[in-house]
C-alpha cells in the first residue's frame, strides 16, 4: 500500500451523523482500496472530525496497515490535553507537532489546519460557505493550493 495522506476539516456541529458516517466510510474506503491512501490526518475539533475519527478507526479493523495521526499545533497542547484527559493515545498511531510561529490559539488552528492541507494528497470537508467558519476558510485555502478535495456539504 501507498502513503497516500488524506486530512480532514468540518464544522463543529453536524446533521444526520449515521447518514453522515455512512458517505463517509464509502468515500474513504475507495480511497484505501482503489487509490492506496493509508495516512489520515485529524485535528479532533468537532463532530465532523469525530465522525471522520470512527470511519478510519472502524476501517482499520478491516486494514490494519492505515494509520492514524493527530496533529497538535505545538507540543503543549498536547501535553495541557494528555495531563487533562482529553486525549486516548491508543486512538491513534502517531502524533505530530506542527511548530507554528503564532501564539493567538486560533491563528495557530488556521495555520495548523494549512499545513495538514499542505501535506495531504486529499482533503474531505463538510464545510457550508460562511464567512466566519474555520472549516471553510481551510475549504478556501485548498482550492487556493488546488488540492484534491470532495466536499461533503
Keep these: 500500500m501507498g502513503n497516500k495522506i488524506c486530512s480532514f476539516f468540518g464544522h463543529r456541529n453536524v446533521e444526520n451523523k449515521e447518514e453522515l458516517f455512512e458517505n463517509v466510510l464509502n468515500f474513504i474506503e475507495n480511497l484505501i482500496l482503489n487509490e492506496q491512501f493509508s495516512v489520515f490526518l485529524f485535528g479532533r475539533y468537532g463532530e465532523f472530525?469525530?465522525?471522520?475519527?470512527?470511519?478510519?478507526?472502524?476501517?482499520?479493523?478491516k486494514y490494519p496497515?492505515?494509520?492514524?495521526?493527530?496533529?497538535?499545533?505545538?507540543?503543549?497542547?498536547?501535553?495541557?490535553?494528555?495531563?487533562?484527559?482529553?486525549?486516548?493515545?491508543?486512538?491513534?498511531?502517531?502524533f505530530l507537532f506542527l511548530p507554528l510561529e503564532y501564539d493567538y490559539w486560533y491563528t495557530?488552528?488556521?495555520?495548523?489546519?494549512?499545513?495538514?492541507?499542505d501535506d495531504s494528497d486529499f482533503v474531505v470537508f463538510y464545510a457550508e460557505k460562511r464567512v466566519q467558519s474555520g472549516a471553510y476558510k481551510i475549504l478556501e485555502y485548498a482550492i487556493r493550493k488546488k488540492k484534491r478535495l470532495y466536499n461533503l456539504y
Excluded: P, W
Design 65 to 94: 496497515f492505515i494509520e492514524r495521526i493527530y496533529c497538535y499545533s505545538d507540543e503543549k497542547q498536547f501535553l495541557r490535553e494528555k495531563r487533562k484527559g482529553e486525549i486516548l493515545e491508543s486512538a491513534y498511531e502517531r
Design 49 to 61: 472530525d469525530e465522525t471522520c475519527h470512527r470511519v478510519v478507526s472502524k476501517l482499520k479493523e
Design 108 to 117: 495557530r488552528i488556521y495555520y495548523r489546519n494549512c499545513k495538514m492541507v
